[in-house]
């Protein structure tokens, strides 16, 4: 499959587009909606990136049902609203069985049937959406709104790989007017993904997945959206111009012959008793889940008979969500303390009496920060009410009135003075801060926690309980001093033995030589998460460059901004961490891609590789344009001189297009390297002139199959 960028008639490229389109929908399909992919992640990414690239070359091939549109597109001013094509009603609901069984007498008088067929769906909790078709294609998305009239959504639903955004047509005509009913949330995985990306960012993390889907389906920057994860069920059909289905149960199997996504696990059931039985499975489930459920929904089959029932002007008389005991509990705050983690930050966290919550025993929950608490009015010896999801950290939902509470504690407010060092605090934004970053005991335990972490330097043994030993001991005053350990001072520390000590001291030796990337990362530089770090490294390739760079140098790093440059730069420059970078060196650390290049032919050329290579691996390509002089990185910036393309392009192949970077295949990048091996001066391609116009779908062109929330990065 030809995947350079040589020239092609405008007409094949249209069709092979539109070729992409195809292929990639059907691959959404069959992932999505059958669970049975027939092709790898890296085939799929293959196609996609192809089709990024294409559309970006020539933005006369976009369309708006592209799979690419997933990417994000352009910030919005503010969000529109829209009339609902059919009002959006919400459910009479309970948790008590006998309201259920309630429910089913109705039905059954009006019915006239002993047993009605009911539809038994999972209760998703997150956000109700209106997705309409027009002529197949997704034409707007809106949240339900007053019931009337919602926000309109599209752009950020275009980002979701969930969301179909053209029916398909091959087994059932598509109506030209489809409107349906559907669920967007936030797995919990995402979730605690989103969170963690937020934390290392220094922003502010959300409650609960239900808060995250609600905040990010309501972004005015798609983009934002597009990295997050969100996710779409549909579960019911508003309006189908010239559809008669007879069931609601046919309804599902419509929406999957369309392409649609129906709500899983979805049950056709007989009588009551069976909806019920339904339930007990689902409640046994739902720690399982990859999502949060709070509870099922009952529904009557029969549409002809759910147009007989009607509805209230709230809800419909056909349907009954059956809820979850919630997994929310009250208890009361023994007391408000505080934490201080590794950036300084400090954090409240609630103290409990201990309380069960959907069978784990609760003691400690997070009150986020201190507008929180301001803003729910928390104070020490509370009632309040507690909600767990998943395995996320319980946090303190309300406060709740208490018969007998007597006279409240007076209102919290943060400490002046960080609890563990004393020094004067200060206030960021909402984040009240402990400026002493080198000596506060608690930023360092943090900071050597992290220095341990799996993506971090990856020592095994060198975690929580062991960095606060090390740190009030006094064996470890800096990040430096954990490469001088030894044996005998582990083993003096509670709960080392031979064995431990050996193997932390085996870990430590390895991160001697680990990669620079994660050797950056481990530093805890401000700002700097996992991503930033691999940029940084890629881009300046050895220590000495970056501890070299300019403010300026560093704002030409991919995904660094003017705030985050001054942040690293600052960092760099304090003597403290010219110390510490000094006597770890001394100390023996050498992070991989720290030597100093031999010089040569290529010297100061900077060199990417994407796709397959044929007469050698990239790894080999890599060490032989180094031995020659030149730089291989690993991600596509202004700085790069060449990128080489083979089959298989991955997203890089997008971006290089974008900045006008200049491109070569395999037998030119030969021809570059056997000149400079011979010691020749080879004739490096000149660049082509950049794009009149930057294609924006291509700006963030990671694949969605990989995009995760760290392509929020510069928001
Ligand atoms: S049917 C007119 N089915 O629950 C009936 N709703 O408490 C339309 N929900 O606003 C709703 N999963 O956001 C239906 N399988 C499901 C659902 C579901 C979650 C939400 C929906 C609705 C809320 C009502």
């Known amino acids: 499959m030809p995947r350079s960028p040589s020239p092609r008639a405008p007409a094949t490229l249209a069709a092979r587009a539109e070729e992409l389109r195809r ?67 919400s459910l009479d609901s309970s948790l008590r069985e006998e ?56 752009e950020n639903v275009r980002t979701i790989r969930t969301a179909t955004l053209a029916l398909r047509a091959d087994e059932r005509p598509v109506p030209r007017l489809l409107a349906v009913r559907g669920e967007v949330f936030l797995g919990l995985r995402a979730f605690e993904r989103l969170n963690a990306a937020l934390t ?164 400690k929950a997070s009150l986020h ?5 301001a803003r729910k009015d928390i104070r020490d010896r509370d009632w309040v009410r507690v909600e767990r999801a998943g395995d996320v950290i319980p946090y303190v939902v309300e406060r709740v009135e208490h018969e007998g509470g007597g006279r409240r504690a007076r209102r919290f407010r943060m400490p002046e003075r960080c609890p563990r060092c004393g020094a004067a605090v200060e206030e960021r934004g909402p984040f009240t801060v402990c400026p002493n970053r080198l000596a506060c005991p608690a930023q360092l335990e943090g900071r050597i926690e992290h220095l341990g972490s799996r993506h971090a330097l990856d020592i095994a043994g060198l975690g929580e309980q062991t960095a606060r030993q090390l740190v009030e001991t006094g064996l470890v005053r800096n990040l430096a001093d954990v490469f001088a350990l030894t044996r005998e001072q582990l083993l003096a520390l509670d709960g ?49 460059r970056l501890l ?44 991989r891609g720290a030597e100093s290049r031999p010089r040569g032919p290529l010297s100061g050329r900077t060199f990417v590789f994407t796709g397959a290579l044929e007469s050698m691996g990239r790894t080999d390509a890599q060490s032989r344009v180094e031995a020659v002089g030149g730089a291989a990185a690993a991600a596509i910036s202004k700085r790069v001189d060449v990128v080489v393309a083979g089959p298989g392009a991955g997203s890089k192949l997008a971006k290089a297009q974008k900045l006008g970077l200049a491109i070569v295949d395999e037998p030119a990048f030969l021809r570059i390297l056997e000149e400079a091996e011979r010691g020749g001066a080879p004739a490096l391609p000149e660049r082509p002139a950049p794009p009149a116009r930057a294609a924006r779908g291509a700006r963030r062109a990671a694949s969605p199959a990989s995009a995760g929330p760290a392509s929020r990065r510069k928001d």
């Open 369 to 373: 920060n201190r507008e929180e608490v």
């Open 548 to 591: 070299q760079a300019s403010e300026a140098d560093l704002l030409d790093v991919e995904g660094v901004g003017p705030t985050m440059a001054a942040a690293i730069h600052g960092f760099l420059a304090e003597p403290e961490t010219r110390e510490v970078i000094r006597l770890m060196r001394q100390r023996g650390v050498r992070p």
């Open 99 to 154: 309201d259920v069984r309630r429910f089913d007498a109705r039905v059954r008088q009006l019915l006239a049937e002993e047993r009605p067929r009911y539809v038994v769906e999972p209760k998703l909790d997150g956000l109700s959406i209106e997705l309409v078709y027009q002529g197949g294609l997704l034409v707007q998305a809106a949240t339900r709104g007053d019931g009337i009239r919602g926000e309109v959504v599209t």
């Open 200 to 363: 290392e960012a220094g922003q502010e993390t959300f409650a609960n997945p239900r808060n995250a889907a609600a905040g990010t389906l309501r972004q005015l920057d798609p983009r934002v959206a597009a990295g997050r994860g969100l996710e779409i069920f549909v579960y019911e059909m508003m309006a189908g111009e010239g559809v008669a289905l007879p069931t609601h149960w046919e309804t599902l199997a419509a929406f999957r012959s369309w392409g649609l996504r129906p709500v899983p696990r979805a049950e056709l059931v007989h009588g009551i008793d069976e909806a019920i039985a339904v339930r007990n499975r689902l409640v046994a489930l739902r720690d399982e889940l990859a999502y949060e459920l709070d509870g099922l929904v009952i529904k009557v089959d029969d549409l002809r008979a759910r147009d007989e029932m009607g509805a209230t002007s709230h809800h419909p008389r056909w349907a009954f969500a059956y809820k979850f005991e919630s997994r929310k509990e009250v208890t009361r705050i023994l007391k408000i303390e505080v934490s201080v983690g590794r950036t300084g930050v400090l954090t409240p966290f609630a103290m409990l009496l201990p309380v069960d919550i959907g069978g784990v025993t609760i003691s």
């Open 23 to 89: 292929t990639i929908r059907e691959h959404d399909w069959r992932y999505y909606v059958l669970d049975a992919p027939v092709v790898s992640d890296e085939a799929y990414d293959a196609l996609f990136t192809e089709l990024l690239a294409l559309e970006a070359a020539h933005p006369e091939l976009r369309s708006p049902d592209s799979p690419t549109a997933r990417v994000g597109g352009a910030p919005l001013e503010s969000l529109p609203s829209a009339r609902h094509v059919a009002p959006m009603l």
């Open 496 to 544: 080392f033995a031979d064995v431990s000590a050996g193997n932390l001291l085996a870990g430590i030796d390895r991160a001697r030589t680990t990669e620079l990337g994660r050797f950056l990362y481990a530093l805890s530089i401000p700002d700097v998460g996992r991503r930033t770090a691999a940029d940084l490294a890629a881009h300046f390739g050895s220590l000495e």
